[in-house]
């Protein structure tokens, strides 16, 4: 069978070789495992089920939220003269009933379905009538709590699978998933784990960098001058600042187009084929911008402020280099912009997703305070335990001297223990400062033996310093009703003088004139 794979992939897709994990997951599929596929976005997923789906017998069901990239995906296949089809809610009910009706006469190799779908009984019915022989699932992360796009439809997947007359092989794959949301995909779906297949995540051609303490608006200009030939994309953390960049670059002559979801449809895609054909350089969106997108010279991807998490940074940022070419990707930080963040979140999600959703924007705050490799906290993040220093991100090129900070850091635990490990930063690093707020006086905090230990420092300092010892695992946060911190074992050595800390001299803080823009 898997010569027959190899045959597919050169006459019917064209390619002379499987990449990194495709022949492995297409083997195990083959097999009869049920398989979870975990590669990094343009790693080449599609195939991995795709040629199953033309190996095997029957009609292969591909359940994908994405209903735009359904239609691509069966335009491709129709064109490589595969009988590929999708139903999704963009269809007429008359329209979806002729699929229905050819998809049970066997017409279709693959069918593209919404997950909505396996709520309808009349749908499970026609489906049971149909030979099934795989289930992939796309995006399967999306089946997970942990995971950062949770749907509760797939949590029906499973139930069709035991529905079927005969047992589908089910394979789910994902380019986002962390140890805790690969094991709910593996419960869920009731794949052995050991049917693992992942490939490495490091991007060998990017370089990772943070940029913190500098004039955002200046920076942005700078970097898009040096770089002003090459296509790039600016991301910004809401539309009213995706507008304000994309008119500011347009005034001073960049060639800009923009992508946000409050454009109508047919700007929108305007905006993106302008981009897509190289006609405008530089793209400034939202996150909406990019799934799906296959434009393999992009030389950037910067984020004018903070993602909201580490799964959407490496997406987004991935989308940098596909052709293998160095690439950079750049985020400009400020603290101001966890606030918004954490507006966000506390706007979007539901309640009990808050504190998961909270802990992952801390995940992502600490990768713009660490001070290791960039890609080596990125690939620990996904879960790979053994990497190597990158050499190529701005921490690995920050030649700057390191300093013994064990005493601030101790000053800092100290503080947060005698303040009973029940505030947050912001009040901890009031007390550390000496500061007459209102609130450390109510609660007799300026009493403490650790009021004021580092008046000589600004509340921005000390703040940083503690997202520092965050990122560096030894002071915890606790997401309740408001978050907390606390020390955890790690920095209970370092006040026990068990263990020192190291930090790259502080960064000098330039005023920050113009921050926003
Ligand atoms: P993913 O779903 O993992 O993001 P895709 O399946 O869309 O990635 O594949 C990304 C790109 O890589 C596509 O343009 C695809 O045609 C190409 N590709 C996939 N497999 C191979 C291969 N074995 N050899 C060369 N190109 C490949």
Redesign the pocket.
């Known amino acids: 069978m898997l010569q027959k794979a190899h045959e597919l ?1 050169q006459n019917h ?1 064209g ?5 990194l994990g ?1 022949e492995q997951a297409i083997t195990s599929v083959l097999e009869g495992n049920n398989t979870v596929c975990v ?10 089920y795709q040629i199953p789906a033309l190996v095997l017998p029957g009609t292969t069901i591909v359940i994908s939220p994405l209903i735009s990239l359904m239609k691509d995906q069966v335009d491709t296949l129709t064109q490589l003269g595969i009988p590929a089809t999708y139903i999704n809610s963009s269809l007429t009910a008359g329209e979806a009933a002729a699929r229905m009706d050819d998809a049970r006469n066997g017409k279709y190799k693959l069918l593209y379905i919404a997950p909505e779908r396996l709520g309808s009984w009349e749908f499970i019915d026609d489906l049971q009538n149909m030979e099934i022989p795989l289930i992939a699932v ?1 995006e399967a992360h999306c089946i997970s709590q942990w995971g950062h796009d949770f749907r509760p439809s797939y949590l029906q997947i499973s139930g069709l699978a035991d529905r079927l007359p005969r047992k589908p092989i089910v394979l789910a ?1 994902t ?1 986002t998933a962390t140890p805790k949301v690969r094991e709910d995909i593996c419960a869920s779906l009731k794949i052995n784990p050991e049917n693992t297949v992942i490939t490495g995540f490091e991007r060998s051609n990017l370089s990772f960098s943070v940029v913190k303490g500098q004039d955002r608006q200046a920076y942005l200009r700078d970097f898009i001058k040096k770089n002003e030939k090459e296509a790039g994309i600016i991301y910004a953390a809401t539309r009213k600042i995706v507008d304000q960049l994309y008119e500011s670059l347009q005034k001073e002559g960049f060639s800009a187009a923009r992508y946000h979801a409050g454009m109508k449809d047919e700007d929108r895609n305007g905006e993106q084929e302008r981009f897509l054909q190289d006609e405008a350089t530089v793209m400034v969106a939202t996150s909406a911008f990019g799934m ?1 997108i ?1 434009k393999s010279n992009i030389r950037y991807v910067l984020h004018f402020q903070l993602p909201k998490n580490m799964e959407s940074y490496y997406q987004e940022a991935g989308r940098a280099g ?1 052709d293998g070419l160095d690439s950079e990707c750049v985020v400009l930080y400020s603290s101001q912009d966890v606030q918004v963040q954490r507006f966000l979140i506390d706007q979007s999600a539901d309640r009990e997703r808050i504190a998961p959703e909270l802990e992952k924007l801390q995940q992502m705050v600490g990768y713009c305070h660490t001070e290791e490799c960039l890609q080596s906290y990125i690939l620990h993040y996904f879960g790979e335990t053994e990497t190597v220093a990158c050499g190529r991100c701005g921490n690995c090129t920050d030649s700057r001297e390191t300093q013994d900070v064990t005493k601030d850091a101790q000053m800092v635990l100290s503080c947060i223990i005698r303040m009973g490990q029940k505030y947050g930063k912001a009040m901890t690093a009031n007390v550390l400062t000496g500061s007459r707020n209102k609130k450390v006086l109510e609660f007799r905090l300026d009493k403490l033996p650790t009021y004021g230990l580092m008046k000589d420092r600004n509340a921005k300092q000390v703040n940083d310093l503690i997202e520092f010892l965050i990122s560096q695992e030894l002071i915890g946060v606790e997401h309740g009703t408001y978050p907390t911190i606390y020390v955890p074992e790690k920095g209970k050595d370092v006040l026990l003088g068990k263990m020192e800390v190291f930090r790259k001299e502080a960064v000098q803080i330039k005023q920050v004139s113009n921050d926003d823009p």
């Open positions: 992939l897709f390619y002379s070789s499987f990449r495709q590669m990094p976005t343009g790693g080449g997923k599609s195939i991995v796309d794959l380019a799906g296959d596909r």
